[in-house]
Protein backbone atom coordinates (compact mmCIF):
# COMPACT_ATOMS: atom_id res chain seq x y z
CA UNK A 1 0.00 0.00 0.00
CA UNK A 2 0.93 3.57 -0.87
CA UNK A 3 0.47 6.66 0.83
CA UNK A 4 0.11 9.79 -0.83
CA UNK A 5 0.06 12.60 1.71
CA UNK A 6 -2.39 15.42 0.69
CA UNK A 7 -3.32 14.91 -2.96
CA UNK A 8 -4.05 18.19 -3.98
CA UNK A 9 -3.15 20.26 -7.12
CA UNK A 10 -1.28 18.06 -9.39
CA UNK A 11 -1.11 15.47 -6.52
CA UNK A 12 -4.18 14.74 -7.67
CA UNK A 13 -2.73 12.97 -11.24
CA UNK A 14 0.06 11.70 -8.77
CA UNK A 15 -2.60 9.50 -7.58
CA UNK A 16 -4.10 8.70 -10.95
CA UNK A 17 -1.13 7.12 -12.00
CA UNK A 18 -0.91 4.98 -9.42
CA UNK A 19 -4.68 3.65 -9.70
CA UNK A 20 -4.11 3.43 -13.60
CA UNK A 21 -1.25 1.08 -12.01
CA UNK A 22 -3.77 -0.86 -9.59
CA UNK A 23 -2.03 0.12 -6.82
CA UNK A 24 -3.51 0.15 -3.52
CA UNK A 25 -3.29 3.55 -2.08
CA UNK A 26 -4.40 5.65 0.98
CA UNK A 27 -4.95 9.39 0.48
CA UNK A 28 -3.77 10.68 3.62
CA UNK A 29 -4.88 14.70 4.14
CA UNK A 30 -3.54 17.51 6.90
CA UNK A 31 -6.64 18.38 8.83
CA UNK A 32 -6.30 21.90 7.31
CA UNK A 33 -7.03 20.88 3.61
CA UNK A 34 -11.00 19.06 5.12
CA UNK A 35 -12.60 20.39 1.84
CA UNK A 36 -10.58 18.24 -0.46
CA UNK A 37 -10.88 14.99 1.81
CA UNK A 38 -14.39 15.42 1.81
CA UNK A 39 -14.15 15.83 -1.80
CA UNK A 40 -11.94 13.10 -2.78
CA UNK A 41 -13.92 9.65 -3.73
CA UNK A 42 -11.14 7.22 -3.33
CA UNK A 43 -11.89 4.13 -1.83
CA UNK A 44 -9.91 4.53 1.58
CA UNK A 45 -8.86 8.62 2.67
CA UNK A 46 -7.91 9.59 6.10
CA UNK A 47 -7.70 13.01 7.99
CA UNK A 48 -4.17 13.07 9.98
CA UNK A 49 -4.81 14.86 12.68
CA UNK A 50 -2.02 14.23 14.96
CA UNK A 51 1.52 12.01 14.35
CA UNK A 52 1.22 9.59 17.15
CA UNK A 53 -2.34 8.12 16.16
CA UNK A 54 -1.49 8.81 12.20
CA UNK A 55 1.30 6.15 13.25
CA UNK A 56 0.05 3.93 14.78
CA UNK A 57 -3.08 3.47 12.14
CA UNK A 58 -0.42 3.03 9.09
CA UNK A 59 2.50 0.61 11.26
CA UNK A 60 -0.80 -1.66 10.74
CA UNK A 61 -0.81 -1.59 7.46
CA UNK A 62 1.30 -3.39 4.84
CA UNK A 63 2.56 0.38 3.53
CA UNK A 64 5.38 0.29 0.86
CA UNK A 65 6.37 4.23 0.93
CA UNK A 66 4.88 7.11 1.86
CA UNK A 67 5.08 9.67 -0.86
CA UNK A 68 4.59 13.86 -0.69
CA UNK A 69 1.49 14.75 -3.55
CA UNK A 70 1.85 18.06 -2.97
CA UNK A 71 3.68 20.87 -1.29
CA UNK A 72 1.59 20.93 1.44
CA UNK A 73 2.68 17.62 2.07
CA UNK A 74 6.00 17.53 1.83
CA UNK A 75 6.97 17.79 5.72
CA UNK A 76 4.69 15.06 7.13
CA UNK A 77 5.63 12.60 4.15
CA UNK A 78 9.48 12.83 5.19
CA UNK A 79 8.18 12.75 8.80
CA UNK A 80 6.25 9.62 8.48
CA UNK A 81 8.66 7.59 5.97
CA UNK A 82 11.16 7.98 8.83
CA UNK A 83 9.33 6.86 11.55
CA UNK A 84 7.98 3.97 9.73
CA UNK A 85 11.92 3.36 8.34
CA UNK A 86 10.11 3.38 4.70
CA UNK A 87 12.80 5.09 1.99
CA UNK A 88 13.14 8.56 2.76
CA UNK A 89 14.90 11.90 2.31
CA UNK A 90 17.51 12.90 5.17
CA UNK A 91 15.29 13.59 7.98
CA UNK A 92 17.86 16.68 9.44
CA UNK A 93 17.42 18.44 6.02
CA UNK A 94 13.74 18.69 5.95
CA UNK A 95 13.42 22.19 7.05
CA UNK A 96 15.81 23.44 4.26
CA UNK A 97 13.50 20.93 1.76
CA UNK A 98 10.78 23.53 2.53
CA UNK A 99 12.41 26.77 3.81
CA UNK A 100 13.78 29.15 0.90
CA UNK A 101 16.58 30.97 3.51
CA UNK A 102 17.67 27.10 4.83
CA UNK A 103 17.77 26.07 1.57
CA UNK A 104 20.30 28.12 0.28
CA UNK A 105 21.78 27.67 3.82
CA UNK A 106 22.48 24.12 2.80
CA UNK A 107 23.85 24.86 -0.32
CA UNK A 108 26.54 26.60 1.68
CA UNK A 109 27.77 24.28 4.23
CA UNK A 110 27.80 22.08 0.70
CA UNK A 111 30.02 24.38 -1.27
CA UNK A 112 27.17 24.74 -3.91
CA UNK A 113 26.93 28.39 -5.07
CA UNK A 114 24.06 30.02 -3.77
CA UNK A 115 21.98 33.51 -4.18
CA UNK A 116 22.65 35.88 -1.58
CA UNK A 117 19.96 35.85 0.66
CA UNK A 118 18.66 37.27 4.05
CA UNK A 119 15.90 37.28 6.57
CA UNK A 120 14.35 39.97 7.77
CA UNK A 121 11.44 40.57 10.22
CA UNK A 122 11.46 44.90 10.79
CA UNK A 123 11.29 47.44 8.98
CA UNK A 124 14.54 48.85 10.55
CA UNK A 125 16.51 45.16 9.36
CA UNK A 126 14.93 45.60 6.11
CA UNK A 127 17.35 49.38 5.67
CA UNK A 128 20.30 47.15 7.50
CA UNK A 129 20.43 44.90 4.59
CA UNK A 130 19.50 47.32 1.45
CA UNK A 131 22.37 49.62 3.38
CA UNK A 132 25.04 46.71 3.77
CA UNK A 133 24.22 45.39 0.19
CA UNK A 134 23.94 48.69 -1.81
CA UNK A 135 23.04 46.82 -4.52
CA UNK A 136 19.42 46.92 -7.18
CA UNK A 137 16.89 44.88 -7.98
CA UNK A 138 16.52 42.77 -5.16
CA UNK A 139 13.76 40.15 -4.65
CA UNK A 140 11.67 40.10 -1.60
CA UNK A 141 10.00 37.12 -1.02
CA UNK A 142 8.03 35.07 1.35
CA UNK A 143 9.90 32.75 2.97
CA UNK A 144 7.33 29.63 2.51
CA UNK A 145 4.76 30.10 0.19
CA UNK A 146 4.68 28.67 -3.97
CA UNK A 147 3.34 29.85 -7.30
CA UNK A 148 5.25 33.29 -7.32
CA UNK A 149 3.09 34.19 -4.19
CA UNK A 150 4.34 37.20 -3.11
CA UNK A 151 7.71 37.45 -4.87
CA UNK A 152 8.69 41.00 -6.27
CA UNK A 153 11.50 43.00 -8.18
CA UNK A 154 12.49 46.05 -5.62
CA UNK A 155 14.85 48.49 -7.52
CA UNK A 156 14.70 50.95 -4.99
CA UNK A 157 14.32 51.24 -1.07
CA UNK A 158 10.40 52.59 -1.25
CA UNK A 159 9.35 49.55 -3.36
CA UNK A 160 11.23 47.22 -1.15
CA UNK A 161 9.80 48.68 1.56
CA UNK A 162 6.19 48.37 0.18
CA UNK A 163 6.98 44.38 -0.62
CA UNK A 164 7.79 44.20 2.59
CA UNK A 165 4.84 45.63 4.38
CA UNK A 166 2.72 43.73 1.67
CA UNK A 167 4.28 40.33 2.59
CA UNK A 168 4.94 40.16 6.29
CA UNK A 169 2.68 38.96 9.02
CA UNK A 170 -0.10 38.20 5.44
CA UNK A 171 -1.10 34.63 5.25
CA UNK A 172 0.28 33.53 2.07
CA UNK A 173 -0.63 30.44 -0.84
CA UNK A 174 0.47 27.88 1.43
CA UNK A 175 -2.38 29.31 4.16
CA UNK A 176 0.71 30.32 6.71
CA UNK A 177 1.55 33.59 7.94
CA UNK A 178 4.60 35.28 7.18
CA UNK A 179 6.53 35.81 10.04
CA UNK A 180 9.69 37.14 8.43
CA UNK A 181 10.50 38.17 4.42
CA UNK A 182 13.20 37.10 2.37
CA UNK A 183 15.37 39.74 0.30
CA UNK A 184 17.35 37.96 -2.23
CA UNK A 185 19.96 39.23 -4.86
CA UNK A 186 18.25 39.41 -7.88
CA UNK A 187 19.03 36.50 -10.76
CA UNK A 188 19.37 37.98 -14.08
CA UNK A 189 19.47 35.33 -16.40
CA UNK A 190 17.35 32.73 -18.31
CA UNK A 191 15.14 30.31 -15.59
CA UNK A 192 15.20 26.99 -15.97
CA UNK A 193 12.98 24.14 -14.65
CA UNK A 194 14.60 20.49 -14.27
CA UNK A 195 12.39 17.77 -13.16
CA UNK A 196 14.04 14.41 -11.55
CA UNK A 197 13.02 11.33 -9.89
CA UNK A 198 15.16 9.83 -7.08
CA UNK A 199 15.59 5.98 -6.50
CA UNK A 200 18.23 5.64 -2.97
CA UNK A 201 19.79 8.64 -3.60
CA UNK A 202 19.86 8.45 -7.75
CA UNK A 203 18.91 10.83 -9.58
CA UNK A 204 16.91 10.51 -13.18
CA UNK A 205 16.70 13.85 -15.18
CA UNK A 206 13.33 13.26 -16.61
CA UNK A 207 12.61 16.82 -18.39
CA UNK A 208 14.28 19.96 -18.61
CA UNK A 209 12.34 23.33 -19.62
CA UNK A 210 13.52 26.96 -20.33
CA UNK A 211 11.19 29.56 -18.98
CA UNK A 212 9.55 32.75 -20.40
CA UNK A 213 9.02 34.77 -17.11
CA UNK A 214 7.98 38.73 -17.79
CA UNK A 215 7.97 41.19 -15.63
CA UNK A 216 4.48 43.09 -14.87
CA UNK A 217 4.50 46.01 -12.22
CA UNK A 218 7.23 44.49 -10.34
CA UNK A 219 5.80 40.87 -10.12
CA UNK A 220 7.74 38.20 -12.16
CA UNK A 221 5.15 36.28 -14.66
CA UNK A 222 5.43 33.39 -16.26
CA UNK A 223 4.14 33.04 -19.87
CA UNK A 224 5.43 29.90 -20.85
CA UNK A 225 8.14 26.95 -20.46
CA UNK A 226 9.62 24.78 -23.16
CA UNK A 227 11.36 21.61 -23.09
CA UNK A 228 15.01 21.55 -24.07
CA UNK A 229 15.56 18.27 -25.55
CA UNK A 230 19.08 18.32 -26.69
CA UNK A 231 21.14 20.32 -23.66
CA UNK A 232 23.68 22.98 -24.81
CA UNK A 233 26.48 22.56 -22.87
CA UNK A 234 25.88 25.86 -20.54
CA UNK A 235 22.83 23.76 -20.14
CA UNK A 236 24.03 20.18 -19.35
CA UNK A 237 26.45 22.31 -16.79
CA UNK A 238 23.33 23.84 -15.42
CA UNK A 239 21.96 20.20 -14.97
CA UNK A 240 25.05 18.86 -12.93
CA UNK A 241 24.26 21.94 -10.99
CA UNK A 242 21.09 20.83 -9.97
CA UNK A 243 22.05 17.11 -9.05
CA UNK A 244 24.59 18.96 -6.64
CA UNK A 245 21.03 21.00 -4.83
CA UNK A 246 19.29 17.67 -4.55
CA UNK A 247 22.46 16.19 -3.11
CA UNK A 248 23.16 19.01 -0.60
CA UNK A 249 19.15 19.05 0.21
CA UNK A 250 19.20 15.62 1.02
CA UNK A 251 16.69 14.53 -1.18
CA UNK A 252 16.96 10.36 -2.32
CA UNK A 253 13.35 9.01 -2.99
CA UNK A 254 11.27 10.29 -5.34
CA UNK A 255 10.08 13.55 -7.22
CA UNK A 256 11.79 17.19 -7.22
CA UNK A 257 10.94 19.90 -9.20
CA UNK A 258 13.67 22.16 -8.83
CA UNK A 259 14.26 26.02 -10.58
CA UNK A 260 17.27 27.47 -11.49
CA UNK A 261 18.50 30.55 -13.17
CA UNK A 262 21.30 30.38 -15.65
CA UNK A 263 23.14 33.61 -14.70
CA UNK A 264 26.59 35.24 -16.48
CA UNK A 265 28.11 33.60 -12.48
CA UNK A 266 26.76 30.19 -13.24
CA UNK A 267 23.72 28.21 -12.02
CA UNK A 268 22.55 29.62 -9.32
CA UNK A 269 19.05 27.61 -7.34
CA UNK A 270 15.97 29.79 -7.20
CA UNK A 271 13.96 26.61 -5.53
CA UNK A 272 13.88 23.00 -5.09
CA UNK A 273 10.63 21.29 -4.69
CA UNK A 274 10.33 17.52 -3.37
CA UNK A 275 7.43 16.71 -5.03
CA UNK A 276 6.17 16.42 -8.47
CA UNK A 277 5.64 19.49 -10.82
CA UNK A 278 3.08 22.24 -10.51
CA UNK A 279 -0.16 22.97 -10.74
CA UNK A 280 -0.77 21.17 -14.32
CA UNK A 281 0.06 17.60 -15.25
CA UNK A 282 -2.70 16.37 -17.70
CA UNK A 283 -0.57 13.64 -18.35
CA UNK A 284 -1.04 13.16 -22.33
CA UNK A 285 1.04 15.97 -23.86
CA UNK A 286 3.90 15.20 -21.74
CA UNK A 287 3.47 11.30 -23.29
CA UNK A 288 3.21 12.47 -26.75
CA UNK A 289 6.47 14.70 -25.85
CA UNK A 290 8.54 12.11 -23.88
CA UNK A 291 7.07 8.93 -23.58
CA UNK A 292 6.20 9.61 -20.15
CA UNK A 293 5.00 12.29 -17.71
CA UNK A 294 6.89 13.25 -14.33
CA UNK A 295 4.33 11.21 -12.22
CA UNK A 296 4.48 7.84 -14.41
CA UNK A 297 8.14 8.02 -13.54
CA UNK A 298 7.33 7.97 -9.79
CA UNK A 299 4.94 5.46 -10.05
CA UNK A 300 7.46 3.32 -11.81
CA UNK A 301 9.97 3.83 -9.28
CA UNK A 302 7.39 3.23 -6.65
CA UNK A 303 6.07 0.01 -8.40
CA UNK A 304 8.57 -0.79 -10.82
CA UNK A 305 12.29 0.09 -9.11
CA UNK A 306 14.25 -2.38 -11.36
CA UNK A 307 12.72 -0.97 -14.85
CA UNK A 308 12.96 2.60 -13.32
CA UNK A 309 16.97 1.92 -12.59
CA UNK A 310 17.53 1.01 -16.02
CA UNK A 311 16.66 4.26 -16.85
CA UNK A 312 19.43 5.77 -14.81
CA UNK A 313 21.63 3.95 -17.29
CA UNK A 314 20.33 6.30 -20.32
CA UNK A 315 21.30 9.85 -21.21
CA UNK A 316 18.69 12.55 -21.28
CA UNK A 317 17.22 13.25 -24.70
CA UNK A 318 13.67 13.75 -26.11
CA UNK A 319 12.28 13.44 -29.68
CA UNK A 320 9.75 16.15 -29.36
CA UNK A 321 9.59 19.63 -27.62
CA UNK A 322 7.18 20.75 -25.36
CA UNK A 323 5.94 24.35 -24.44
CA UNK A 324 3.24 24.87 -21.93
CA UNK A 325 1.16 28.71 -21.71
CA UNK A 326 0.10 29.71 -18.46
CA UNK A 327 -2.48 31.93 -20.19
CA UNK A 328 -2.37 35.43 -19.12
CA UNK A 329 -5.61 37.45 -18.72
CA UNK A 330 -4.95 40.81 -19.98
CA UNK A 331 -6.84 42.41 -16.96
CA UNK A 332 -9.26 41.19 -14.15
CA UNK A 333 -12.89 40.70 -14.20
CA UNK A 334 -15.93 38.98 -15.00
CA UNK A 335 -15.10 36.73 -18.16
CA UNK A 336 -17.45 37.09 -20.91
CA UNK A 337 -16.07 34.27 -23.40
CA UNK A 338 -12.34 32.90 -24.01
CA UNK A 339 -12.27 33.96 -27.66
CA UNK A 340 -8.61 33.16 -28.04
CA UNK A 341 -9.23 29.47 -27.69
CA UNK A 342 -10.85 28.76 -31.12
CA UNK A 343 -7.18 30.58 -32.61
CA UNK A 344 -5.38 28.63 -30.32
CA UNK A 345 -6.74 25.74 -31.26
CA UNK A 346 -5.58 26.13 -34.90
CA UNK A 347 -1.90 26.84 -33.98
CA UNK A 348 0.38 24.96 -35.36
CA UNK A 349 1.48 22.23 -32.68
CA UNK A 350 -1.89 22.42 -30.49
CA UNK A 351 -1.72 19.55 -28.47
CA UNK A 352 -4.20 20.51 -25.86
CA UNK A 353 -5.77 23.23 -22.96
CA UNK A 354 -6.55 22.72 -19.12
CA UNK A 355 -8.16 24.54 -17.02
CA UNK A 356 -9.72 27.11 -18.49
CA UNK A 357 -11.57 30.04 -16.55
CA UNK A 358 -15.47 29.69 -16.04
CA UNK A 359 -17.39 32.17 -18.72
CA UNK A 360 -19.44 34.29 -15.95
CA UNK A 361 -17.22 34.17 -13.04
CA UNK A 362 -14.61 36.66 -12.28
CA UNK A 363 -10.65 36.58 -12.88
CA UNK A 364 -8.99 38.08 -10.33
CA UNK A 365 -4.90 37.54 -9.85
CA UNK A 366 -3.57 37.75 -13.22
CA UNK A 367 0.15 37.40 -11.43
CA UNK A 368 0.23 34.02 -10.06
CA UNK A 369 1.77 31.00 -11.91
CA UNK A 370 -1.00 28.98 -10.72
CA UNK A 371 -2.57 28.28 -13.82
CA UNK A 372 -5.63 30.30 -12.57
CA UNK A 373 -5.98 31.49 -16.57
CA UNK A 374 -5.89 28.29 -17.91
CA UNK A 375 -2.81 26.05 -19.14
CA UNK A 376 -1.97 25.21 -22.99
CA UNK A 377 0.10 22.64 -24.06
CA UNK A 378 1.98 22.59 -27.89
CA UNK A 379 3.87 19.95 -28.84
CA UNK A 380 5.98 19.41 -32.34
CA UNK A 381 9.48 18.17 -33.50
CA UNK A 382 10.08 22.00 -34.82
CA UNK A 383 10.99 24.21 -32.00
CA UNK A 384 11.36 27.31 -34.15
CA UNK A 385 7.73 26.48 -35.09
CA UNK A 386 6.61 26.35 -31.35
CA UNK A 387 8.43 29.50 -30.56
CA UNK A 388 6.41 31.03 -33.40
CA UNK A 389 3.01 29.76 -32.36
CA UNK A 390 3.73 31.07 -28.27
CA UNK A 391 4.84 34.74 -29.78
CA UNK A 392 1.12 34.62 -31.38
CA UNK A 393 -0.26 33.59 -28.53
CA UNK A 394 1.27 35.66 -26.21
CA UNK A 395 0.47 38.88 -28.49
CA UNK A 396 -3.22 37.79 -28.57
CA UNK A 397 -3.45 37.48 -24.18
CA UNK A 398 -1.29 41.06 -23.63
CA UNK A 399 -3.57 42.98 -26.78
CA UNK A 400 -6.74 41.63 -25.16
CA UNK A 401 -7.98 38.99 -27.57
CA UNK A 402 -7.80 36.53 -25.82
CA UNK A 403 -9.92 36.79 -22.58
CA UNK A 404 -13.19 39.04 -22.86
CA UNK A 405 -14.64 40.39 -20.01
CA UNK A 406 -17.32 42.43 -18.84
CA UNK A 407 -17.42 45.90 -20.26
CA UNK A 408 -18.89 47.78 -16.75
CA UNK A 409 -15.69 46.01 -14.74
Excluded at 262 to 270: A, F, H, I, Q, Y
Excluded at 346 to 361: A, K, N, Q, T
Amino acid sequence: MFILVDPVSTGRTLAEAFREEGAECLHLYDASLRAAYDADDSPRTMVHENLAKTLEVLGALPVTAVIAASEYGVLLADELAAALGLPHHRPELAAARRDKELMVRALERAGVPSARTAPVRTEDELDRVLSDWDSYPVMIKPRNSAGSDGCVISRDRHTALRAFRDIVDRRNLMGEVNEDVLVQEFLAGTQYIVNTVSLEGRHLVSDVYAERIDHVDGAPVLRHIISRPLLEPAEAGLVDYVLECLDALGIREGAAHTEVMLTPSGPRLVEVNSRVMGPSLAPDAYHAAFGYSHQHLVAERFLRPDEFARRLELPYAATRSMAKIFLRPHRSGVLRSVDGARVLRRMPGFHSIDRLPVVGEAVKDRYLTTGAGGIAYLVHEDEELLLSSLGFIHSLEDTGGFYRFDEQD
